[in-house]
């Protein structure tokens, strides 16, 4: 199936008539103009340019180097191929945690470089003050608790969050904190499913997971991972559906073959 031009556009308020009626809302990371086309194609709500391009675009080991303009060039390739998902992007590491003035101007940056829709912050009740400011000069926020990967030489480790009382007690004020402050959603990064499951019912704005479980209102997944490009990245949350990797494997090897024999270009192939 293909999606015409003159779809109907996905925003903030769709996305909470979804949750509103039940319907699952669906997310996949994005960050280069031919893959965005596709996955926007396809009929995906939300397109998020992730800081995961940190990692799977620059081969970095987290997302902590990438800068907010290299975001805004990944975003920017988004946009251009985009016709009906609402495309988020992620504020990179130290663009906002500062205070909130700096966290404003980076906001506003991407959203006037970039053309994307909205960005997505890493933190509760800390950055509240970023949030704010953000959302007071008209730009949708969509908040990120659970695993923050951003914080990830402060917990040492990618395992579970809030399986101890007292953090998933601390997360559900968090996502209370956010929904007050006026986020439009809140991703739940690697949390217990049934703790995921009652911050969806506790709070009344989208909540989307990834490993928290099938109790939220949508789910998203880096695009590189659910199509197996990284054939030694399997999570337990991570549902893959191809092999890309092998494909690719093959693909270019076949490539390479026919080049050193001789094969390609046959006559057909060449003026
Ligand atoms: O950067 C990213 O890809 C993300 C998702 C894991 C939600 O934040």
């Known amino acids: 199936m293909s999606v015409h031009k003159n779809v109907k556009k996905v925003t903030t308020h769709t996305l909470q008539e979804m949750k509103n009626a039940g319907e699952k809302i669906s997310m996949l990371t994005g960050y280069d103009f031919s893959m965005a086309r596709i996955i926007d194609e396809a009929g995906i709500d939300i397109i998020l340019v992730g800081d995961s391009a940190s990692n799977v675009m620059a081969g970095h080991e987290t997302t902590l180097p990438i800068t907010l303009d290299q975001m805004i060039y990944h975003a920017s390739s988004v946009v251009r191929a985009v016709n009906r998902a609402l495309v988020v992007v992620d504020m990179p590491f130290g663009s906002y945690q500062g205070n909130s003035k700096e966290a404003l101007s980076s906001a506003i940056k991407i959203m006037k470089e970039s053309g994307g829709h909205s960005v997505k912050m890493e933190g509760g009740i800390e950055i509240i003050e970023s949030i704010k400011r953000i959302l007071t000069a008209g730009i949708p926020v969509m908040g990120h608790l659970g695993l923050t990967p951003q914080s990830i ?42 703790l995921a499951e009652l911050v969806a019912k506790t709070v009344s704005i989208p909540i989307i997971g990834i490993g928290a479980g099938n109790g939220v209102d949508g789910q998203v997944l880096v695009v590189h991972d659910m199509l197996g490009i990284n054939n030694e990245f399997s999570p337990r949350f991570l549902r893959k559906y191809n092999n890309l990797y092998e494909q690719m494997m093959g693909s270019f090897q076949a490539y390479i073959k026919d080049v050193k024999s001789g094969d390609f270009p046959n006559e057909k192939e060449q003026y």
Not at 173 to 185: P, T, V
């Open 153 to 194: 030489y402060k917990f040492g480790t990618y395992v579970v969050r809030a399986k101890e009382e007292g953090e998933a007690h601390q997360l559900i004020e968090d996502a209370k904190a956010l929904e007050a402050a006026g986020c439009f959603a809140i991703v739940l990064e690697k949390i217990p499913a049934q």
